[in-house]
């Protein structure tokens, strides 16, 4: 009886991580590339160039 209780759980702790790995695998990526975009925007607000502004050295501070 407890052989099968350890048995039971092995299986079920395998089952969890190959649901994590595979829900790393998909999700991950998605999150990093939006990070890598919400980054991207940032910097291009901080660089963009209003035209009352360009006078004043290129960039609008804030």
Do not use: F, S, T
């Amino acid at each position: 009886m407890v052989d099968l209780i350890a048995a039971a759980l092995a299986w079920g702790y395998v089952g969890y991580l190959v649901g994590y790995l595979r829900a790393q695998k998909r999700y991950i990526p998605e999150i990093n590339e939006a990070r890598e975009d919400l980054a991207r925007a940032r910097m291009l607000a901080k660089m963009h160039c209003c035209p009352a502004d360009c006078g004043k050295g290129g960039h609008a501070d804030g």
